[in-house]
Nanobody, 117 residues
Framework: QVRPVESGGGLVQPGGSLRLSCAAA????????MGWYRQAPGIERELVAA???????NYADSVKGRFTISRDNAKNTVYLQMNSLKPEDTAVYYC???????????WGQGTQVTVSS
């Protein structure tokens, strides 16, 4: 069993930066791909970025060049560095952790990111 715990959301002005963190509590041998999704009101949850245990990354086109995902396997923690934030990045951001087989998904409780002047 893996329990993701997020931190780092908040209010930031357009052009600003935020860093999200997600620590996956639970069995260290269970953690595979880790990622971030977001959901704005009235919009389906979408993938923002994901990173495999080996470090391969995948980004949504809307965040390429602005967001960077990274992880610390020793700490079972994934990070999302968000730069040049735009109002359209406003959403609840959810951490997603898959088991090593990719057969199970674990979700965090979500953290609000608001980009507004």
């Amino acid at each position: 069993q893996v329990r993701p715990v997020e931190s780092g959301g908040g209010l930031v002005q357009p052009g600003g930066s935020l860093r999200l963190s997600c620590a996956a509590a639970g069995s260290i041998f269970s953690v595979g791909t880790m990622g971030w999704y977001r959901q704005a009101p009235g919009i389906e949850r979408e993938l923002v970025a994901a990173i495999t245990r080996a470090g391969s990354t995948n980004y949504a086109d809307s965040v390429k060049g602005r967001f960077t995902i990274s992880r610390d396997n020793a700490k079972n923690t994934v990070y999302l560095q968000m730069n040049s934030l735009k109002p359209e990045d406003t959403a609840v951001y959810y951490c997603n952790v898959k088991n090593v087989f990719g057969s199970l998904d674990y979700w965090g409780q979500g953290t609000q990111v608001t980009v507004s002047s």
